[in-house]
């Protein structure tokens, strides 16, 4: 287990040295499965970190639980030292205005243009010109390298631009922290580099902190300061890039490598197979 | 047994709890009405995808009804020698019954069930938790203005359904037919009550709308965000939405017109 992320880190835009995100004791529970067993993350300011896993394990509840969209049974999640689950309404809608988020499909507006969809956060929450609303749109699509589609309705995007398009609307108000869930999922190699490369760059000059959930091992560790590697529940590694690669935990390995056979066995749990074959599995 | 009563009990509280989470939301997407004061724009827009777009139906359908209440209205009245009444009938019968009755129907089927499959899409995409995570509620932003629009489409809807049937019935039983027009429009005049007949009659669409829209937007918002869940809440809302236009028209108008 790595406990410091000093060798990653880059500085903090605020120089504050108290996470942004602080989960303690986080329990989760869909029906009677445990989706988070009292789990502890920091997520520090300025640094971009990856919440990595296998399908299924609870990464994009994770963020819901930090967007305050879901509520934990058991644990504190403080953002920038306001507890998502003690918020009223309004002040988690305050709460929300300050956090960006990256969802898996884009979630684009279908029924608005590129340019409308980056400026409804604007026109919602602000009293701005429309000529100002236009200049900050076209920036944001600029960032994104998508001025030119600023006309283009979403269905007219591939999959990559749709992305990129809810990358700059999700950046629009300028926030403090981004939330990307599984945004390199589906990507050719082109528009996957793309992605890494802009992920990294907004972070950085938008002096921003970023939270990255995905199970695309190799993007996700080349961009990320730090890493929490998550399965049935529970944190099993959390480190920097470098100390995940030299762990010692056999499941790590077989999920950093992408091995078929491990801890993780390639069989579902099954009866014998001759007695399945040979009695239909009526033994 | 035992499993077909406990089967029996779980269905009445799957039942209870999702008419609680429907009258909750209610609630909360009323809350969301005075904001549109200043933000009718919103509602403007959701009048005319529910009720302009909802103009050609309901035309049609309204004068078809109309000639059709006129030929069989003459038919029977002319067995009287009273046929110089056909205007109230299909005056009375539109205003009071089929007008909110069948227009509700409609816009349930054309109407209804385009804004359960758009909202009901827009939450299978995540547009809805998009919205949110931008500080943007969608009972305010989504639900609130498309339960507006409706509450004041269907009432004029009727009144369109109404106008447009009584030119039907007056299109076969004096064009046709032979009733003396100055006859067709005295009669009707002195019969047809502001009060007793149109009003109650606006009454009834007024909770039409409401009713309807409601059901229409909570099975959307309420929908299971798959392609099958969608087609569900879709057929949902067209069903219990004409249900309960059926079910309240005769409470309705035991209540108005009832000794």
Known sequence: ?283 | MIAFIENLGESALNIFEKLGRGVVFFINALAGFPALILRFTLVIQQLYAVGVLSLIIIGVAGFFVGMVLGLQGYNTLIDFGAEESLGVVVALTLVRELGPVVSALLYAGRAGSALTAEIGLMKATEQLSAMEMMAVDPMHRVIAPRLLAGIIAVPLLAALFSAVGVMGGYFVGVGLVGVDEGTFWSQMQDSVDIYDDVLNGVIKSIVFGIVVTWIAVFEGYDTVPTSEGVSRATTRTVVHGSLAVLGLDFVLTALMFGD
């Open chain 1, 1 to 283: 287990m790595v406990d410091s992320q000093s060798s990653a880190s880059r500085e903090s835009s605020s120089g504050d040295d108290k996470p942004l995100v602080e989960i303690r004791g986080l329990t989760f529970y869909r029906g009677s499965r445990a989706i988070f067993d009292n789990i502890d993350i920091d997520i520090h300011r300025g640094k971009l970190t990856a919440i990595m896993g296998p399908s299924g394990t609870g990464k994009t509840t994770l963020l819901r639980l930090i967007g305050g969209q879901l509520r934990p049974h058991a644990g504190t999640i403080l953002v920038d030292g306001e507890s998502v689950t003690k918020l009223s309404y309004k002040q988690l809608y305050q709460l929300r205005k300050r956090i960006g988020m990256l969802f898996q499909n884009g979630a684009l507006f279908t029924h608005q243009n590129v340019f409308d969809n980056v400026a409804f956060a604007l026109r919602e929450h602000t009293k701005l010109p429309e000529s100002m609303i236009r200049d900050i749109v076209l920036m944001k699509l600029e960032a994104v390298g998508l001025r030119g589609a600023h006309q283009l309705m979403p269905v007219e995007l591939s999959g990559g631009m749709s992305r990129r398009v809810a990358l700059a609307r999700a950046i629009a108000l300028d926030p403090m922290m981004m939330m990307y869930d599984e945004p390199f999922t589906g990507q050719d190699p082109i528009t996957m580099g793309v992605l890494v490369s802009l992920l990294r760059r907004l972070n950085d000059a938008l002096h921003l902190t970023s939270i990255l959930v995905s199970h695309d091992v190799k993007e996700t560790l080349s961009i990320a300061d730090y890493a929490y590697v998550i399965s049935e529940g529970k944190v099993v590694e959390h480190g920097t890039a470098d100390a995940l690669k030299n762990t010692q935990s056999d499941w790590v390995k077989q999920f950093l490598n992408g091995l078929s056979d491990g801890p993780v066995p390639f069989h579902y749990p099954a009866g014998d197979l001759y007695e399945d074959l040979l009695n239909g599995g009526k033994s």
